[in-house]
């Protein structure tokens, strides 16, 4: 059975407003009136997550770090995401695991593959020279394998790198 538009939505909208309590008295109202339809609903303001609890994340780092923005840190992470994990235990995907990345020796991750480059390196990982690898990964160490073409922007990197820090356990080191 076809319906038209008009019928359809003269159909949804009552569905609507008995649905929604519209349509029922109350004690208070007169019973010799009519109902009346529904006011507009009002608009609602999307709840927002607050701000201190963010910022917070940071707080215990050293500067830069501490001064940097969480979100623009998340917003930058999706870059590596695909090819890295951040957790405890977390697998290795195109590039290693980086929990536990500060005061490790590049190369450190066990039952990844690396390139020759970075197994003949004696870089230990601190957040100043994540931020040198970071700016040109192909510049910093010539001959390692990982693609990406770096993270332009300092204010991005430091908050990247404050990211990174605040979700592997740099504090717990």
């Excluded at 995401?81 to 995907?93: D, F, I, P, V």
């Amino acid at each position: 059975m076809i319906f038209p538009k008009s019928l359809a939505a003269t159909v949804c909208a009552s569905l609507l407003i008995t649905g929604c309590g519209g349509d029922t008295p109350t004690e208070t109202d007169n019973p010799s009136s009519t109902p009346s339809a529904p006011a507009a609903p009002s608009a609602v303001a999307p709840v927002e997550a607050p701000a201190v609890e963010l910022s917070d994340a940071f707080a215990a780092l050293p500067e830069p770090f501490a001064s940097a923005d969480f979100n623009r840190g998340r917003r930058t992470f999706k870059l590596c995401q695909s090819c890295h994990t951040l957790n405890e235990g977390g697998q290795n995907l195109v590039g290693p695991n980086l929990y536990g990345v500060f005061g490790r020796e590049i190369g450190g991750v066990d039952g990844y593959t690396y390139s020759k480059a970075v197994q003949e390196s004696d870089i230990i990982w601190t957040p100043e020279i994540l931020a040198e690898w970071l700016e040109s990964p192909r510049n910093f160490l010539p001959g390692n394998k990982m693609s990406f073409a770096g993270v332009r922007r300092a204010e991005d990197r430091t908050a990247v790198i404050a990211y990174i820090m605040a979700e592997t356990g740099y504090l717990n080191e």
